[in-house]
């Protein structure tokens, strides 16, 4: 098994994309032939197709009588690593050598191709193990301790998604998302337990210096007891203070309904910045503080996305819940026992692939997700140019489409894109 994984972290490469199908189905089972006894050695770990960088120097030697250094040239010059090198010059040196050995040329010129699939990026197989370590301890992780993992994820700030869908991931695993939090909260996002904690990190525009300030009063002094106790303490900006109001920081000390007043004590607070002052404004009683209704529903959720970039305290399909609740969906869950059929499923989108076909088309493997699960879709050329400019990351979306499958792996294929409005 670590081998095959081995195997996988090196042939998934952009330039690779046509062998990698290929290796695939021999990897499961599929009968394969080498393309010469001389590659016997060379290639059989890999099922006959060339995966590791090394192989290249190997193959060149063996087939084409490339020395060592020659072989080794070679593979720095199509993996880019050498410049000023012609590689028309190699590919004839390549199939000249080979014909000089017996070996035609449609086999010499197949091999070729293999060496062209390295072009790009590509490893060798040290380098591949030690990704493939990596991938085997990071599942290891996520699978027994999926909150501190997926939050270590997003505050690496390095991962292929975004927040918000390992967010999404981490709910599907049973792990709860708690919002940022003046007294819990640190800069980085935390997780522990069943639970991660929203980091200041992810508060748009807020500070570094000002989260880092807060944390040390907080560690040194202890916690906040009320926003009031926060401005008495902290010379925070007001620009700083608000952001941390509207992203929900003193909900857990105040309620959600005191938000306008805060934010009207944020104001007033910064209009007389001495300490006295502050402690008289807001200790004197409570007739010196508005009466303010509470933000309704929909403004609390809209300072949630401002503040954060995104919905956490919810799945965003939640919202569309009535509208949804009346069109025949297929969950992406149960995508896979609808195989052959045409079904419209309900999405987010998460991340895009544009490519082009061979003849230069422009395409797009799409990942939705939905609350069960994620899903990959192909919108190809015909339906890419009709829908291409609906999909972004602000609004759900319906997908009709069928449902295909490929080494057990269900993609749509998507004829029709909708936009789903709210009720």
Same mark, same amino acid.
């Given at each position: 098994l670590f081998e095959h994984l081995v195997m996988a972290s090196s042939i998934i490469r952009p330039a690779a994309n046509s062998w990698i199908q290929e290796f695939t189905a021999r990897m499961r089972g599929k009968p394969w032939k080498s393309l010469h006894p001389l590659l016997d050695d060379i290639l059989g770990e890999t099922y006959g197709i060339a995966v590791y960088q090394e192989q290249i120097t190997r193959m060149a030697m063996a087939l084409a009588g490339f020395s060592a250094s020659e072989g080794d040239l070679l593979r720095k010059i199509v993996t880019k690593k050498s410049r000023g090198q012609k590689l028309e010059n190699y590919m004839t040196r390549f199939i000249e050598g080979a014909a000089r050995r017996g070996i035609s040329k449609e086999t010499s010129s197949l091999c070729w191709e293999q060496i062209l699939s390295f072009s790009g990026y590509s490893f060798c197989k040290p380098h591949s193990a030690s990704y493939a370590l990596v991938s085997c301890k990071a599942a290891w992780l996520k699978a027994n301790y999926p909150a501190p993992f997926l939050a270590a994820v997003i505050s690496n700030q390095g991962g292929f998604y975004s927040p918000f869908a390992y967010l999404s991931e981490a709910r599907r695993a049973g792990v709860g998302i708690l919002p940022p939090d003046i007294n819990a909260s640190r800069w980085e996002?935390?997780?522990?337990?069943?639970?991660?904690?929203?980091?200041?990190?992810?508060?748009?525009?807020?500070?570094?210096?000002?989260?880092?300030?807060?944390?040390?009063? *907080?560690?040194?002094?202890?916690?906040?007891?009320?926003?009031?106790?926060?401005?008495?303490?902290?010379?925070?900006?007001?620009?700083?203070?608000?952001?941390?109001?509207?992203?929900?920081?003193?909900?857990?000390?105040?309620?959600?309904?005191?938000?306008?007043?805060?934010?009207?004590?944020?104001?007033?607070?910064?209009?007389?910045?001495?300490?006295?002052?502050?402690?008289?404004?807001?200790?004197?009683?409570?007739?010196? =503080?508005?009466?303010?209704?509470?933000?309704?529903?929909?403004?609390?959720?809209?300072?949630? =996305?401002?503040?954060?970039?995104?919905?956490?305290?919810?799945?965003?399909?939640?919202?569309?819940?009535?509208?949804?609740?009346?069109?025949?969906?297929?969950?992406?869950?149960?995508?896979? *026992?609808?195989?052959?059929?045409?079904?419209?499923?309900?999405?987010?989108? =998460?991340?895009?692939?544009?490519?082009?076909?061979?003849?230069?088309?422009?395409?797009?493997?799409?990942?939705?997700?939905?609350?069960?699960?994620?899903?990959?879709?192909?919108?190809?050329?015909?339906?890419?140019?009709r829908f291409c400019q609906k999909l972004n990351r602000e609004r759900p979306f319906l997908l009709r489409g069928v449902v295909e499958e490929q080494m057990g792996t269900p993609t749509l294929n998507v004829a029709w894109v909708g936009v789903i409005g709210k009720t």
């Open positions: 996002y935390t997780g522990k337990g069943k639970s991660i904690r929203i980091g200041f990190m992810q508060i748009q525009g807020l500070s570094r210096d000002t989260a880092k300030a807060l944390i040390r009063e *907080r560690e040194g002094k202890g916690p906040f007891h009320s926003f009031a106790d926060f401005l008495r303490r902290m010379r925070t900006g007001l620009s700083d203070a608000t952001l941390l109001i509207r992203a929900g920081c003193f909900d857990a000390l105040e309620g959600i309904s005191k938000r306008p007043v805060l934010q009207w004590m944020n104001l007033a607070g910064h209009r007389e910045r001495s300490q006295a002052a502050t402690r008289d404004l807001f200790h004197d009683g409570p007739g010196n =503080i508005p009466e303010a209704p509470p933000y309704d529903e929909k403004t609390v959720l809209n300072q949630e =996305i401002d503040t954060l970039g995104m919905l956490a305290s919810r799945h965003p399909l939640t919202l569309y819940s009535e509208t949804l609740g009346r069109i025949r969906l297929v969950p992406a869950s149960e995508m896979g *026992r609808h195989v052959g059929k045409t079904i419209t499923m309900a999405g987010w989108w =998460i991340a895009g692939k544009p490519v082009r076909t061979k003849h230069g088309e422009p395409m797009e493997f799409v990942t939705f997700e939905d609350t069960t699960a994620t899903f990959e879709a192909t919108l190809f050329p015909g339906a890419y140019a």
